[in-house]
């Protein structure tokens, strides 16, 4: 199907949540992944059927076992736009649009320091944690633990406390930066700033909501639009609080 995953980014979602395969005489024609939000929410992903298996109602099979896995959990996606009809007819609405930025970044010309973003440390595990619950209103802590420990993180401070996080970590052509979780949109382009500045010349990924306000920014700096998911909820989500995810850590991950 063209996706970019390798078969680490498989390991690491499906140590995350639980998988399904679809097969037919011993071949796998189709796959989806669970990954549960404490005991209210889950997100859902991984979500391919083979092409040659396409419009034969695998992809309702495999929607229906993650529907039968989630229980009563509200379920947050991002949808193809192919998929769209078939999440519509499980009870899903569209609440946004994604948009992808890719492409080998060039860095441009040596900034000053800032002195508001440093390395993320041990340290920082408790406040990321919060600042993560804050911005989704989720019980996100395995996810959360599993990208800090993968890649690299920046914290921003305000008062000299965390005030917002990134983290870059190999995905896919290279690598991808998100989760951003920042009060701002200011304060999330520091954020990725900073996280650009160690992926000169490797081909990045940046995942971002149509109303944070950043496509432009991005496209401005090197990483162009280069396709659109549908975001979709079955069930509620948590209201929005002060803080807020400006770039997410895969689109099925969220």
Not at 190 to 205: C, N, Q
Request: with cysteine; net charge positive; hydrophobic share 45%.
């Amino acid at each position: 199907m063209a996706w970019p995953y390798r078969i680490e980014d498989w390991d690491f979602a499906l140590g995350l949540g639980r998988g399904f395969a679809l097969e037919r005489d011993g071949a796998v024609l189709g796959t989806a992944a669970l990954f549960p939000c404490g005991e209210a929410h889950a997100t859902v992903g991984m979500i391919i059927v083979a092409k040659a298996a396409q419009g034969r109602g695998y992809g309702t099979r495999l929607v229906r076992a993650l529907l039968e896995a989630a229980g009563s959990r509200s379920i947050l996606l991002n949808s193809t736009p192919e998929g769209r009809a078939l999440y519509e007819r499980h009870g899903f609405v569209p609440v946004g649009t994604l948009l992808q930025h890719q492409g080998p970044y060039t860095a441009p010309a040596a900034a000053a320091p800032d002195d508001r973003v440093r390395a993320m440390g041990p340290a920082d595990r408790d406040a990321v944690l919060r600042l993560d619950r804050a911005a989704t209103g989720l019980d996100r802590r395995p996810l959360v633990e599993a990208l800090v420990a993968a890649g690299e993180g920046v914290v921003l401070l305000r008062d000299g406390a965390p005030a917002g996080y990134a983290i870059a970590r190999a995905f896919g052509r290279g690598h991808v930066i998100g989760p951003v979780v920042a009060g701002t949109e200011p304060e999330a382009r520091r954020l990725i700033e900073a996280a650009l500045a160690g992926l000169a010349g490797r081909f990045v990924r940046i995942d971002t909501a149509a109303d944070t306000g950043l496509s432009p920014w991005l496209a401005g700096i090197g990483l162009p639009r280069t396709g659109d998911a549908l975001t979709m909820v079955r069930g509620t989500l948590p209201p929005a609080g002060a803080m807020r995810v400006f770039a997410l850590s895969n689109q099925s991950l969220n």
